[in-house]
């Protein structure tokens, strides 16, 4: 089946048939698309719109959902005129931002509150520690979540309206007590040995407690770059809680990239059994050529050295609709694991 952009405004849906795609999501961003459409398309005056790509076919049928971004005429040679739209995800919503500050607050607690009054879901995975002090100044929503989601060493992914906090860890974890995906026989996989570490930097946690004595707790691996965390505290207790928190978010990972030609069902978020191991998708690219209409699929995988066993549910997100042009979620979901 030969992809389509769904575009929604004024009460009509204009579809549009797409000649080449390329669609990601990868942590830590909006998903994103881009779609050549063929010229003569009513492309014009869509831009803000919601919009419904939706590319593959089958059992691995395919959508994102976002609005129009931009879009652009092409022009030189009349195989390539045409139309160029851009679209960004369901939760580019979160573009702007808004000042806020927390005290001794759960990961979840900040996330919420963030996420809600967009009208998006949010899930976060178990992280028990309350964070000290946690503030958003001038950044945007998004920005201000993906920096909560590296400051307790977690993943960000988008999933339609809804924003995920994900212990990789623990997602495989969780994996292992359903039937995993496997993926066989990629076209390349290139492993990238050298792990690539969150959290391996060692901080010192120091005060003076109320007798005057000075103490001085260490969080991290030996051998990291020292750092300081900003905070003096004052007691030894609560400067050991910190560092405790500091060493749960460790993950040391490593990484590959895979590629794939045909229709490969996979997202941001999702575990995989590639290779023989099981690896947590961090990011993925899917294409579409023009002419041919080849699909190719390049998706970049992450492992722990840690799996943590969990038994938590994870609630499947709502279904996204829209309300007065903008794309929510159906029904309240504020997920804490």
């Given at each position: ?45 869509m ?77 976060v ?51 292992a ?14 492993r ?5 570490p ?18 001085t707790?260490r969080?991290?691996?030996e ?52 290779e ?53 979620s159906s ?7």
């Open positions: 089946m030969k992809p389509s952009l769904d575009v929604y405004g004024r009460g009509l849906m204009s579809r549009l048939s797409v000649d080449s795609l390329t669609a990601s999501s990868e942590e830590g961003k909006h998903d994103q698309f881009s779609a050549y459409v063929s010229q003569g398309a009513p492309v014009t005056g831009q803000g719109l919601p919009c419904v790509l939706t590319w593959g076919s089958g059992l691995a049928t395919q959508s994102m959902i976002g609005y129009v971004d931009t879009v652009s005429e092409m022009t030189g040679e009349e195989a390539l005129s045409g139309w160029a739209v851009i679209g960004l995800g369901a939760t580019s919503k979160m573009r702007s931002g808004t000042a806020r500050s927390f005290r001794r607050s759960t990961p979840f607690l900040i996330a919420s509150n963030i996420v809600l009054p967009h009208r998006l879901g949010v899930m995975d178990q992280y028990i520690y309350p964070l000290d002090a946690f503030m958003q100044t001038s950044e945007s929503d998004w920005a201000a979540l993906g920096r909560l989601a590296d400051t307790i060493g977690m993943s960000l992914i988008a999933d339609g309206t809804t924003a995920m906090l994900v212990d990789v860890r623990r997602a495989i974890g969780r994996a007590l359903r039937p995993i995906k496997h993926i066989w026989e990629p076209d390349s996989f290139v990238l040995d050298t792990p690539s969150v959290g391996f930097d060692t901080y010192e946690f120091t005060g003076i407690d109320r007798m005057g004595s000075s103490f707790v969080g991290g691996p051998g990291g770059v020292k750092r300081h965390p900003g905070e003096n505290f004052s007691s030894l207790e609560e400067a050991r809680s910190a560092a405790r928190r500091w060493e749960d978010r460790q993950r040391f990972m490593k990484r590959a990239m895979a590629t794939f030609s045909g229709q490969v069902s996979v997202k941001a978020g999702d575990v995989l059994m590639v023989g191991e099981t690896w947590y998708v961090a990011g993925v690219r899917h294409t579409v050529a023009l002419g041919s209409q080849k699909q190719t699929v390049q998706i970049e995988l992450h492992q722990t050295e840690e799996k943590r066993p969990s038994s938590a549910y994870v609630p499947p997100p709502p279904t996204s609709v829209q309300r007065n042009g903008v794309w929510v029904q309240s979901y504020a997920v804490a694991l």
